[in-house]
């Protein structure tokens, strides 16, 4: 395995590939290798000479989250006789040499480790609360085919609903509560009843 992580390596950096780059394939072969025999409880895979990171433009979040990249990757999951290639959400951060993974959002809801960067965000008006709830709208959908409808905006909190089938309504609201345009915290309600299922502050 050593070796044909080398050879990917070498072929990267013969196309230009950078060498942070390489360095989150290595991370990402680390914290996820793959192997000669492994119970399928819910195991992920990471298979690195088909699945290079790809680097997410989010410019608002970028620029407030400097000391992370943010990239997603296919990483396999292994779970009883399922196995599903999901699009997984990454954190690089390059001065720590560490990674932040979240699986998409149907496989295990909200990522709190993940997640979690965004709190504390501050912001100087409501135009760059759009900003940021376009760029988030945009990584919670990553490998889903699911869609967001009846957002409200305003500086103490946004909320929207999340739908798998519309016709069948939503199945889940996201609300990010602000104090002083600071990013406090973030909920997934029932959307029903609004009741709180889990909160990242």
Same mark, same amino acid.
């Given at each position: 395995?050593?070796?044909?992580?080398?050879?990917?390596?070498?072929?990267?950096?013969? $196309?230009?590939?950078?060498?942070?780059?390489?360095?989150?394939?290595?991370?990402?072969?680390?914290?996820? /290798?793959?192997?000669?025999?492994?119970?399928?409880?819910?195991?992920?895979?990471?298979? /690195?000479?088909?699945?290079? /990171?790809?680097?997410?433009?989010?410019?608002?979040?970028?620029?407030?989250?400097?000391?992370?990249?943010?990239?997603?990757?296919?990483?396999? #999951?292994?779970l009883d006789?399922? @196995?599903?290639?999901?699009?997984?959400?990454?954190?690089?951060?390059?001065? !720590? $040499?560490? &990674?932040i993974f979240?699986? /998409?959002?149907?496989?295990?809801?909200?990522?709190?480790?993940?997640?979690? #960067?965004?709190?504390?965000?501050?912001?100087?008006?409501?135009?760059?609360?759009?900003?940021? @709830?376009?760029?988030?709208?945009?990584?919670?959908?990553?490998?889903?085919?699911?869609?967001?409808?009846?957002?409200?905006? $305003?500086?103490d909190s946004?909320?929207?609903?999340?739908?798998?089938?519309?016709? $069948?309504?939503?199945?889940?609201?996201? !609300?990010?509560?602000?104090?002083?345009?600071?990013?406090?915290?973030?909920?997934?309600?029932?959307?029903?009843?609004?009741? &709180?299922?889990?909160?990242? !502050?």
């Amino acid at each position: 395995m050593k070796k044909k992580i080398l050879l990917i390596f070498l072929i990267l950096g013969l $196309n230009g590939f950078s060498q942070e780059n390489a360095q989150l394939i290595k991370l990402l072969s680390e914290k996820f /290798p793959v192997r000669e025999s492994f119970v399928a409880d819910g195991v992920w895979i990471y298979y /690195p000479e088909h699945n290079i /990171p790809k680097k997410l433009e989010t410019s608002f979040i970028q620029s407030n989250l400097t000391n992370y990249e943010l990239y997603s990757v296919n990483i396999t #999951n292994y779970l009883d006789y399922h @196995v599903n290639d999901c699009e997984c959400l990454i954190w690089y951060d390059k001065s !720590k $040499n560490e &990674i932040i993974f979240a699986p /998409p959002i149907w496989y295990s809801s909200l990522e709190k480790d993940f997640y979690k #960067n965004f709190v504390g965000l501050k912001f100087k008006d409501i135009s760059e609360i759009e900003k940021f @709830v376009k760029e988030f709208q945009t990584i919670i959908l990553t490998d889903t085919n699911e869609t967001i409808d009846n957002i409200l905006i $305003n500086t103490d909190s946004v909320t929207f609903d999340m739908f798998r089938v519309v016709k $069948n309504g939503a199945y889940r609201k996201i !609300k990010i509560v602000f104090d002083k345009m600071v990013l406090m915290e973030i909920q997934d309600l029932n959307s029903k009843t609004l009741e &709180i299922r889990d909160v990242i !502050k």
